[in-house]
């Protein structure tokens, strides 16, 4: 028989279906927190005999019913430190019953709070001896339930327009008729980080990050060279496999980067530190793994050890960072490094530098591993200790649950698509909807994508014309969208990735005469939500498919509520002028992994208007408001006080074309299509996805789809291996 927390009920049910405390993240239902006072009792009252058993003491918030709760709550997703779960077995039985004291403080009544502010930060790791560096691997589960400490950085997790799971709770439970949400402060804005905002943004932008950082694949270094590539397979076909990747030598310095203030930490403090953890078997995951601090905040999400509050933020916005050559711009684990080398795996994107190779495996590694051809890197071959680097065993679940977005309304979270091993990677397949001039074409190949085919939706005949020219007519134009049926999808599909954002016209407030989602352009959003239910896989079906939505963010509130509950998700907030030199915030609805990542400019990012400018003319800005299909839209304030953004021969003057092309991020002439004059081009331009935002929310695909091969560096073309046979997992990812 088992008593039910907060219901005062009993009933007879399997011991196998009872969950243990270790299941507590993954069992927990933000649903239920925010509606139901029965669930919110019975997780105090459970919570409270879990912290009996592994003897936590909450008793400075035992006069307030509504902290403890929090606190508890807390210190749950935390993973129940510092004890850990290992703890929370029953302490005493006697003939099969469990025996615990109850607490013998009366608690006063469950209260309604006003206002709920979370920690800092999460419950920072603690060293544990049951967790020591050992030569043999550890079994690790990949349920989601183990994710304890990944999973406080999710309900932790705050966005500028919205609450987290958490708060929403709390909210609701003290006024569950509000519809519309109110805006709070990220949890990124408190305390150290209060200067980041909805994105996760810096503003810090003066300070440059000077790096100097070779690159190195294989064994000799070469400078790095642009020559065609005779050996690519440009095969897209269904049964294709890619090619086993020829090593390629190379060294490429980067110097005068905007990022963030984050600069390298004192390595020799950290070489210490990981001499000491080896040498007296402590447990790595006390320790930050990229700056040796035993003041540590969460897991690292790909191998064992932690992170500090700073090295996690550097972690965040530089993970999915990536070159033009198609490889991470900075280290996996440490995501600095001065030197890397890359993984020779196909479709690998990851690199390794030479400091956290010495440090953590050995003081010659690196040199060792650039004789190897190829060489694959920890994450690709099989699981195994590497004296202090232990790869996670489960890093691919992790690693998405290190950037979840879960701000505002409480959802049920997208399903998990663990990462596709590089060697079982294919081209990926899309569906573009309101598909504009192929912005989604343009970044995908890039970013260096195998697109085995990119089918697009579409009715301006000016931005079909821009999209064949451009892309020799690989986008495939299939039409209106509200003709889309069931049979065309079996007809062309399966796709792996939909993408789209609906007209805003009758969504945006500063349209005056906006008819709302459900009139006019705003019902094409339903369209979007139709196709999206005919492309979602079965459960049983293990191939990852991944969608994204765009729209406005000047919206009516019931409007974005109303979407947000379709969707089932809610929106990240991406704003253009962190990455380009015009104002263009826009929210994103989807399940690509890390979407609530801060977004960073890279090194080919054009930041200020002055950098997009021909020459000869001089910007009086650097920054212009929000360039949409109104000309008047290119005048820098209003009324009188307008002004136009470029000097020319002393002269006001609007800008030009092509320079409206190279703040959106598209190449220059990109629009110079069928004869269109300059009120066209700019009206497809205006309608149009920034390029660079679009890069950002792209790049963690390359954890799952197939990418070109390398261009070489020298002149030499060694025939490429033949493909191996179509694994029977490959054919069930197909």
């Known amino acids: 028989m088992v008593d039910w927390y907060g219901q005062n009920m009993s009933s007879q049910v399997s011991i196998q279906d009872l969950k243990p405390f270790t299941a507590f993240t993954q069992n927990f239902c933000s649903n239920s927190f925010a509606i139901l006072v029965t669930y919110r009792e019975a997780l105090l009252l459970s919570l409270q005999e879990a912290a009996l058993r592994c003897k936590k003491d909450f008793s400075e918030c035992v006069g307030d019913r509504d902290e403890l709760l929090k606190q508890m709550l807390d210190w749950a997703f935390g993973g129940f430190q510092p004890t850990g779960p290992d703890k929370l077995k029953p302490t005493a039985a006697t003939n099969d019953v469990t025996k615990t004291n109850r607490p013998k403080v009366k608690l006063k009544s469950f209260l309604k709070p006003s206002s709920y502010h979370p920690p800092l930060s999460s419950s920072s790791p603690t060293s544990r001896n049951c967790n020591t560096i050992d030569p043999e691997p550890e079994e690790q589960s990949t349920a989601i339930s183990k994710l304890s400490r990944n999973s406080t950085e999710k309900l932790s997790h705050w966005g500028g327009d919205g609450k987290n799971a958490l708060e929403d709770g709390f909210d609701s439970a003290k006024k569950s008729t509000e519809g519309v949400m109110k805006e709070k402060q990220s949890r990124g804005e408190m305390g150290k980080q209060a200067k980041r905002g909805w994105e996760g943004e810096r503003e810090n932008w003066g300070t440059q990050w000077e790096k100097a950082k070779g690159k190195v694949k294989g064994g000799k270094a070469l400078?790095?060279?642009?020559?065609?590539?005779?050996?690519?397979?440009?095969?897209?076909?269904?049964?294709?496999?890619?090619?086993?990747?020829?090593?390629?030598?190379?060294?490429?310095?980067?110097?005068?980067?905007?990022?963030?203030?984050?600069?390298?930490?004192?390595?020799?403090?950290?070489?210490?530190?990981?001499?000491?953890?080896?040498?007296?078997?402590?447990?790595?995951?006390?320790?930050?793994?990229?700056?040796?601090?035993?003041?540590?905040?969460?897991?690292?999400?790909?191998?064992?050890?932690?992170?500090?509050?700073?090295?996690?933020?550097?972690?965040?916005?530089?993970?999915?960072?990536?070159?033009?050559?198609?490889?991470?711009?900075?280290?996996?684990?440490?995501?600095?490094?001065?030197?890397?080398?890359?993984?020779?795996?196909?479709?690998?994107?990851?690199?390794?530098?030479?400091?956290?190779?010495?440090?953590?495996?050995?003081?010659?590694?690196?040199?060792?591993?650039?004789?190897?051809?190829?060489?694959?890197?920890?994450?690709?071959?099989?699981?195994?200790?590497?004296?202090?680097?232990?790869?996670?065993?489960?890093?691919?679940?992790?690693?998405?649950?290190?950037?979840?977005?879960?701000?505002?309304?409480?959802?049920?979270?997208?399903?998990?698509?663990?990462?596709?091993?590089?060697?079982?990677?294919?081209?990926?397949?899309?569906?573009?909807?309101?598909?504009?001039?192929?912005?989604?074409?343009?970044?995908?190949?890039?970013?260096?994508?195998?697109?085995?085919?990119?089918?697009?939706?579409?009715?301006?005949?000016?931005?079909?014309?821009?999209?064949?020219?451009?892309?020799?007519?690989?986008?495939?134009?299939?039409?209106?969208?509200?003709?889309?049926?069931?049979?065309?999808?079996?007809?062309?599909?399966?796709?792996?990735?939909?993408?789209?954002?609906?007209?805003?016209?009758?969504?945006?407030?500063?349209?005056?005469?906006?008819?709302?989602?459900?009139?006019?352009?705003?019902?094409?959003?339903?369209?979007?939500?139709?196709?999206?239910?005919?492309?979602?896989?079965?459960?049983?079906?293990?191939?990852?498919?991944?969608?994204?939505?765009?729209?406005?963010?000047?919206?009516?509130?019931?409007?974005?509520?109303?979407?947000?509950?379709?969707?089932?998700?809610?929106?990240?907030?991406?704003?253009?002028?962190?990455?380009?030199?015009?104002?263009?915030?826009?929210?994103?609805?989807?399940?690509?992994?890390?979407?609530?990542?801060?977004?960073?400019?890279?090194?080919?990012?054009?930041?200020?208007?002055?950098?997009?400018?021909?020459?000869?003319?001089?910007?009086?800005?650097?920054?212009?408001?929000?360039?949409?299909?109104?000309?008047?839209?290119?005048?820098?304030?209003?009324?009188?006080?307008?002004?136009?953004?470029?000097?020319?021969?002393?002269?006001?003057?609007?800008l030009w074309i092509t320079e409206l092309e190279k703040i959106f991020g598209f190449p220059k002439h990109y629009t110079d299509v069928r004869n269109m004059n300059r009120q066209q081009r700019q009206k497809v331009l205006g309608k149009a996805w920034s390029v660079p935002v679009i890069r950002h929310l792209f790049a963690p695909l390359k954890d799952y789809f197939a990418c070109e091969e390398l261009l070489p560096l020298t002149t030499s073309n060694p025939a490429p291996s033949p493909p191996s046979p179509a694994s029977s997992e490959m054919q069930q990812l197909r």
């Not at 590694?365 to 790869?391: G, N």
């Not at 906006?514 to 896989?537: A, C, M, N, S, V």
Request: aromatic share 10%; hydrophobic share 35%; charged share 25%.
């Open 223 to 654: 400078k790095k060279k642009i020559s065609p590539f005779d050996g690519s397979d440009n095969d897209t076909s269904p049964n294709f496999l890619p090619n086993k990747k020829r090593t390629i030598a190379k060294t490429y310095n980067k110097v005068n980067e905007a990022t963030s203030n984050y600069t390298q930490p004192d390595q020799k403090l950290r070489e210490v530190t990981v001499r000491r953890i080896v040498d007296m078997k402590l447990d790595i995951d006390g320790f930050c793994l990229c700056c040796g601090t035993k003041d540590v905040e969460i897991f690292h999400p790909l191998f064992k050890g932690s992170l500090c509050t700073e090295c996690k933020d550097n972690l965040t916005e530089t993970l999915y960072r990536y070159d033009d050559d198609g490889y991470q711009s900075y280290c996996t684990i440490c995501c600095y490094g001065l030197e890397v080398i890359m993984c020779g795996n196909d479709s690998c994107c990851r690199s390794y530098c030479t400091d956290c190779l010495r440090i953590l495996v050995g003081p010659t590694t690196f040199e060792s591993l650039t004789l190897l051809d190829p060489w694959i890197c920890y994450l690709c071959q099989p699981h195994r200790p590497h004296r202090a680097l232990i790869p996670r065993e489960d890093w691919s679940i992790r690693v998405q649950e290190f950037f979840a977005n879960n701000s505002a309304m409480a959802f049920e979270p997208h399903r998990v698509y663990p990462s596709i091993p590089a060697n079982l990677r294919r081209p990926v397949r899309v569906l573009s909807l309101f598909d504009g001039i192929a912005t989604g074409y343009l970044v995908l190949k890039d970013l260096g994508f195998k697109v085995e085919k990119y089918v697009a939706s579409e009715v301006c005949e000016d931005s079909l014309a821009v999209s064949a020219v451009n892309h020799d007519g690989k986008v495939i134009d299939i039409g209106d969208a509200r003709f889309i049926t069931q049979e065309h999808i079996d007809q062309w599909g399966p796709f792996d990735l939909l993408i789209g954002g609906s007209p805003c016209n009758d969504l945006s407030i500063v349209n005056p005469l906006r008819k709302g989602i459900y009139e006019g352009t705003g019902r094409l959003f339903f369209d979007y939500y139709r196709i999206l239910q005919l492309l979602k896989p079965k459960e049983e079906d293990p191939r990852p498919f991944f969608w994204l939505f765009e729209n406005v963010v000047c919206m009516n509130a019931h409007d974005k509520v109303n979407i947000c509950r379709f969707l089932e998700c809610n929106p990240v907030l991406v704003n253009a002028v962190k990455v380009s030199p015009a104002h263009r915030a826009r929210c994103f609805w989807g399940n690509i992994p890390g979407m609530s990542r801060p977004i960073t400019a890279s090194q080919n990012d054009k930041l200020n208007l002055q950098d997009c400018l021909e020459i000869g003319r001089e910007a009086r800005v650097s920054k212009v408001r929000t360039i949409t299909t109104n000309p008047n839209s290119l005048r820098q304030g209003k009324g009188d006080s307008s002004l136009l953004p470029v000097l020319h021969n002393g002269k006001e003057d609007i």
